[in-house]
């Protein structure tokens, strides 16, 4: 690799401060001008690491940057400080219908067979957060697992 990075080269000096009709390497001036552009700055030379079929890294790093987001999004919880959770029926519909896989199938259908037990389990777990929400019902549910002697006081 060049020691200034790919696609970068030195620019040439000159060899005296007057005006010179060559360049360094004894290419005419006017043939350089040609490859020179209008900045001064030197043409990126075309035989270090640079491929037509390589991947440009802008274009990777917007990939890695749309696929890092979908990710974020799937592994984040929900918002349940300002947003309710959804009800029984929508995590039915979700397995049923939700755009996840294909309208039928045996991903559609282990999506269902999934969405079984999950309910019973999301509805119990409800049924918890309804008994916690208010000190009343806590009480209440502590005194009748106490009378039941599911619960020592």
């Given at each position: 690799m060049h020691p200034l990075g790919p696609h970068r080269t030195a620019a040439p000096t000159p060899t005296d401060d007057s005006a010179s009709t060559t360049k360094r390497d004894d290419t005419p001036a006017s043939a350089a001008a040609a490859d020179t552009p209008s900045d001064g700055a030197p043409a990126p030379r075309e035989d270090l690491d640079h491929t037509p079929d390589r991947p440009d890294i802008a274009?990777?790093?917007r990939r890695a940057q749309k696929h890092g987001a979908a990710a974020l999004a799937f592994w984040t919880p929900p918002d349940i400080w300002s947003h309710d959770r959804p009800s029984l029926e929508h995590v039915w519909a979700y397995a049923a219908r939700g755009p996840w896989t294909t309208p039928s199938g045996p991903l559609r259908w282990l999506g269902r067979a999934y969405a079984i037990p999950a309910a019973v389990l999301i509805g119990l777990l409800y049924g918890l957060v309804w008994v916690v929400e208010r000190p009343?019902?806590?009480?209440?549910?502590?005194?009748?697992l106490a009378a039941a002697g599911a619960w020592p006081l």
């Amino acid at each position: 690799m060049h020691p200034l990075g790919p696609h970068r080269t030195a620019a040439p000096t000159p060899t005296d401060d007057s005006a010179s009709t060559t360049k360094r390497d004894d290419t005419p001036a006017s043939a350089a001008a040609a490859d020179t552009p209008s900045d001064g700055a030197p043409a990126p030379r075309e035989d270090l690491d640079h491929t037509p079929d390589r991947p440009d890294i802008a274009d990777q790093w917007r990939r890695a940057q749309k696929h890092g987001a979908a990710a974020l999004a799937f592994w984040t919880p929900p918002d349940i400080w300002s947003h309710d959770r959804p009800s029984l029926e929508h995590v039915w519909a979700y397995a049923a219908r939700g755009p996840w896989t294909t309208p039928s199938g045996p991903l559609r259908w282990l999506g269902r067979a999934y969405a079984i037990p999950a309910a019973v389990l999301i509805g119990l777990l409800y049924g918890l957060v309804w008994v916690v929400e208010r000190p009343s019902r806590l009480i209440a549910a502590l005194v009748l697992l106490a009378a039941a002697g599911a619960w020592p006081l």
